[in-house]
């Protein structure tokens, strides 16, 4: 498995931006697809973003697309999301997480495909 670790969160008003970065332990970390969930308070963990190995295919939940994008330096085990425009209901502890898959351009917006997660990191927008 891969350690992930969040940075970045913080509070911000609302049209704002922040930058979250998800550092991974390893030296394989071009073999896993990636992906942002976020949970806010008394809700469900929900998907956000989703990348690929190759860095090349993309996914974004309705809600955040055209605001967040997702990307990766493979050189540097990181992972990005760049928040943008935020609004108050974007107000969550986000996480990164990690997948398995020998496909270069397989993602996935489902829990259940991501085997390592990291702590999270706090995201306030405040009105």
């Known amino acids: 498995q891969v350690q992930l670790v969040e940075s970045g969160g913080g509070l911000v008003q609302a049209g704002g931006s922040l930058r979250l970065a998800c550092a991974a332990s390893g030296r394989t970390f071009s073999s896993y697809f990636m992906g942002w969930f976020r949970q806010a308070p008394g809700k469900d963990r929900e998907f956000v973003a989703a990348?690929?190995?190759?860095?090349?295919?993309?996914y974004y939940a309705d809600s955040v697309k055209g605001r967040f994008t997702v990307s990766r330096d493979n050189a540097k085990n990181t992972v990005y999301l760049q928040l943008n425009s935020l609004k108050p209901e974007d107000t969550a502890v986000y996480y990164c997480?990690?997948?398995?898959?020998?496909?270069?351009?397989?993602?996935?917006?489902?829990?259940?495909?991501?085997?390592?997660w990291g702590q999270g990191t706090q995201v306030t927008v405040s009105s």
């Open positions: 990348i690929s190995r190759s860095g090349g295919i993309a």
């Open positions: 997480a990690a997948g398995a898959n020998l496909n270069r351009n397989y993602a996935s917006t489902l829990q259940y495909d991501y085997g390592s």
